[in-house]
């Protein structure tokens, strides 16, 4: 269900705040403890550590502005740690089992990150066992890993990404890894499949607004962007009628529900046109003063360029068709109501929330980021 309002988050550094991260790892005298910094180039190494008989170790660093991911590392033992401020977390594990077995204190984001670690290590037992049966064929084991992969993506789509996708868990669910047949790929895999896109865009759209102008933020809009690319290269060529290098990407996110005539309406089909997508519940409280609000601009702009393309989450359809057929603008309808995937997609945390898309289809601002929202339209008209 959608949150009733949109939580802000307050996110303050300076340099001379700090975040601590110590404890134990008992039977790894004399190893090499290395605290890494898991950049978007790779591991690049902090700190590291020559653990006595204790195990003792402590690491720390300047808080981040934005969430940032470390691990704690002995040879090919790992602990992954997300930081997002001042935290102080301690980490207690037995070598060499501390990948699958340690216990985490001080960060709520690090407990699920944890989860998913561990959810990840199942899922690999399982796929070692499927393609280790001798009583499977080639196209049963090919079978079996495929529906493995999808529950397991369903669960952490809906449990983890989706849910929130302005944590730094969800931004580390997508870059999860399986073995399969001695070679390692992405679980969350943007190239091959359009749900999986849609993961990262989810997760990307949240940490603009969230951390705006974050690294993490604008690489996982070039994933996403590559992702659809790619994707619509191979249905052309699959379809063999649009030519591969005429293929065009856009940068947000596809709608396709019907409207009051039930005719299905696809938000990318008003390419060339300012586009304000609003997410709406007709039955709110103050629904009609903001539906006059909306009138003015659409009179005001529309001769210029600017549609409004308005998603309903109400769960009651025929007042719904009711309340928009003096509408002049595209009104559209999700049967799911706030349970809604589309919601979901654009990190809807509250209701009303809207979005202004450029004339090439591409996402530019939410609610949250807008102080004038006449003088936003003007600039993209």
């Known amino acids: 269900m959608l949150a009733i309002a949109l939580a802000a988050l307050c996110i303050t550094s300076c340099s001379d705040e700090k975040f601590h991260v110590s404890g134990t790892i008992s039977n790894a005298q004399d190893s090499l403890l290395y605290f890494e910094n898991m950049s978007l180039n790779g591991p690049v190494t902090v700190d590291s550590v020559k653990l006595g008989k204790d195990g003792s170790f402590s690491f720390d660093g300047d808080a981040p502005k934005d969430p940032e991911f470390y691990r704690l590392r002995i040879d090919r033992q790992i602990i992954n740690v997300a930081i997002d401020s001042t935290e102080n977390i301690t980490v207690k594990a037995t070598y060499p089992q501390m990948s699958a077995q340690y216990d985490i204190e001080g960060s709520e984001e690090c407990l699920k990150i944890k989860e ?27 079978t079996a890993i495929q529906t493995a992969l999808k ?12 849910k929130a996708p302005m944590k730094a868990y969800a931004y580390f669910a997508l870059f999860q890894t399986i073995v399969v047949g001695n070679q390692v790929g992405l679980i969350f895999n943007p190239h091959a499949s359009k749900e999986d896109v849609q993961a990262y865009a989810a997760v990307a759209t949240s940490w603009d607004t ?51 005539k039930g005719v299905t309406r696809k ?81 809807v945390q509250s209701v009303p929330t809207f979005f202004l898309i450029d004339r090439n289809n591409t996402l530019q601002k939410r609610d949250a980021q807008i102080k004038d929202l006449d003088a936003e339209i003007k600039a993209l008209l």
């Not at 690999?124 to 001798?134: E, L, R």
């Open 116 to 142: 998913l670690a561990q959810m990840q290590l199942n899922l690999q037992a399982t796929v070692n066992a499927i393609q280790q049966d001798p009583r499977l064929n080639y196209d049963q084991v090919d």
């Open 267 to 347: 938000l990318t089909s008003l390419k060339g046109k300012v586009v304000l997508l609003d997410f709406h519940i007709f039955a709110s409280e103050g629904s009609t003063a903001r539906i006059m609000k909306l009138r003015e601009l659409y009179n005001k702009y529309h001769a210029q360029g600017l549609e409004i393309y308005q998603v309903s989450l109400d769960p009651d359809e025929h007042f719904w068709k009711e309340s928009v057929a003096a509408l002049p603008w595209v009104c559209v309808h999700d049967e799911d109501g706030t349970d809604s995937q589309y919601a979901a997609m654009y990190n």
């Open 151 to 162: 529950s397991y993506k369903d669960k952490v789509k809906l449990n983890y990404i989706f």
């Open 210 to 260: 969230y951390y705006p102008g974050s690294e993490r933020g604008k690489n996982l809009h070039n994933i996403a962007i590559a992702g659809m690319k790619d994707l619509r290269i191979v249905e052309a060529q699959q379809a063999q009628t649009i030519p591969a290098d005429k293929v065009n990407t856009a940068g947000v996110l596809e709608i396709a529900l019907p409207d009051n």
